[in-house]
């Protein structure tokens, strides 16, 4: 036989209410101005750390007797304009470096579809008027050039009749 247990009054659910709506939400409470000036000029941030940089931080925290917080503001406050600026430019040069790796490909495949597109001959098929596509590369690419130089294959407005 199962016990009953007692619910407290703030967390009793009414008839009226879902278990997934639960009891009364609570707003929450105001920060005093002071926590609130603070907040604002020292804002929170979260920082997830490699285990190298990460040793660093905690052998300056130990050296220098301060929290972990205060060993992450030591070690900012440390680097110089210069330091900054060498980080920001290896940070741009990876980033182009990761650009270019990434964009490569699609531009090959990009140029290839143009280079095909301008690079090739189509004529309609005699028997079914389908179109047949010559390529510069394909092995009946040669005998299409022959046909057409034995035939007198010429310009429409030929540059050398103009003069």
């Known amino acids: 036989m199962k016990k009953a247990t007692s619910i407290p009054g703030s967390q009793a659910i009414r008839p009226d209410q879902s278990r997934a709506q639960g009891a009364r939400q609570s707003a929450p409470r105001p920060q005093a101005a002071a926590r609130r000036r603070y907040a604002s000029a ?17 052998a300056i925290c130990e050296h220098l ?9 030591i070690a900012i406050d440390g680097l110089d ?11 741009y ?17 990009a140029g290839e579809a143009e280079a095909k597109r301008i690079y090739r001959l189509t004529v309609p098929c005699a ?3 389908e179109p047949i596509e010559i390529r510069h590369d394909d092995s009946s690419a040669d005998s299409v ?19």
């Open 65 to 73: 007797d301060v929290s972990f917080n205060g060993g992450v503001n």
């Open 81 to 91: 304009d210069a330091s900054l600026e060498a980080i920001h430019t290896h940070g």
């Open 127 to 129: 028997n079914c008027h």
């Open 145 to 163: 050039l022959r046909v057409l130089i034995d035939r007198g294959i010429a310009h429409t407005t030929c540059p050398s009749q103009r003069e």
């Open 42 to 58: 020292h804002p929170g941030r979260t920082v997830r750390l490699q285990p190298g940089p990460d040793a660093k931080v905690a």
């Open 93 to 109: 040069e990876q980033g182009y470096r990761d650009g270019v790796a990434a964009g490569r490909a699609q531009g090959r495949a």
